[in-house]
């Protein structure tokens, strides 16, 4: 037993240690805040620049504006940009956790197969439009982690030029400006794929009509496959649907159009911002 001076010594030691393990965990979770904080920021930041990139009454007399792209296909084509490809940070979380979980399909193809069977019965089933089907579940992958990675090198150089939240809109298009010029080209390259695979309706019916099958299939099998997978074929499935519906009234022409209205308004955004 400790006793008089042996005592305070070693409480006066775990008393020290005591306080700097808080000072230290305290510290820790603050940075873990307003790191947070400052990501959250820029994901609102970046989707407050989409609302304005498509406001109708801002892009009306474009020149590049496709015949028939009126106020109702700006707003609904700027939903499905908040909606499903850019959501806000609360929905973010759960986003990120059924991509991540779809990307290790893609790295793991024997899961794919577990589901669906082998590649000749699943051509039998679903027909020859099964490998488009898949590239366009692939390209809805790809699109959610160029924009990740679009995400964390905005969220760096904010970092780097020691901004925290909130930015103003100069500070966020010198960040935004400061992008690596191929990492922007890919981004908007798979943006743009994504589109023209939405625009074929032919493909889209497929792909969600064997994604549902997917699921079916995975309910059955519970054993195998748990919430986070029911969930991230879900997710698929419902990010297709709302491209498909979005498109699916309007003629070919203007579907095209539409697709060519959003490469050319992500580049214009893209070259302005480097211009100031």
Known sequence: MLRGKDFHVFYFSSKVIVENNFVEFAAIHFFRIMKKELRNHLIEKYRESIYKRYDYKKIKKDPMLPEGFDEKVANELRTFFLDSLYSSPQEREKLDAAFSQLESYVNNPSKITGVIGNLAAAIFQFGFHLPAAIKTGIDTLQTHTAARKFEQALYQNALDRKYKAPLTDEQFNECMAALPEDQVEHFIKVLVDLFNHISD????????????????????????YGKDDLDAIQLGISILSSGRNLLLKYDNSLKQGIVEFVKHSELKFMRELRRK
């Open 201 to 224: 309706d032919v493909i889209m019916e497929k792909t969600i009509h064997i994604l549902e099958d997917v699921l079916k299939r995975m309910k059955e099998r519970n054993d195998l």
